[in-house]
């Protein structure tokens, strides 16, 4: 497994920009498919964007779609989640995820396929 460390500054106004980091150590980050998840207030886990180990695929949630984007700079072990265009309904505790996964089998947006997780970071928009 490997440990995840979530950074970023969680509040902001509708419309605006956010972005999350989150820094990963203990195992080789380059064999590693890496994503978001989110969970509002009273909801359920939700998936947000994955990208794979060499970077080269993404995939993207329909309700965030065109508005984040998800990256990685493995130079410094850390994949980022850049949020436009931001909405209230994106409040949510946002949880970075990491796994050695194989994307043959399908693009891993189920939390399941997951094996390391972070803390969680707030994200609060206001409206």
């Known amino acids: 497994q490997v440990q995840l460390v979530e950074s970023g500054v969680g509040l902001a106004q509708a419309g605006g920009s956010l972005r999350l980091a989150c820094t990963a150590s203990?195992?080789?980050?380059?064999?590693?498919?890496m994503a978001w998840f989110r969970q509002g207030l009273g909801t359920e886990r939700e998936f947000v964007a994955t990208?794979?180990?060499?970077?080269?695929?993404?995939y993207y949630a329909d309700s965030v779609s065109g508005r984040f984007t998800i990256s990685r700079d493995t130079a410094k072990n850390t994949v980022y989640l850049q949020m436009s265009s931001l909405k209230p309904e994106d409040t949510a505790v946002y949880y970075c995820?990491?796994?050695?996964?194989?994307?043959?089998?399908?693009?891993?947006?189920?939390?399941?396929?997951?094996?390391?997780w972070g803390q969680g970071t707030q994200v609060t928009v206001s409206s």
């Open positions: 990208i794979n180990s060499n970077g080269y695929m993404k």
């Open positions: 995820a990491a796994a050695a996964i194989s994307w043959s089998t399908g693009v891993p947006k189920e939390g399941a396929r997951y094996n390391s």
């Open positions: 203990g195992r080789t980050f380059a064999s590693l498919t």
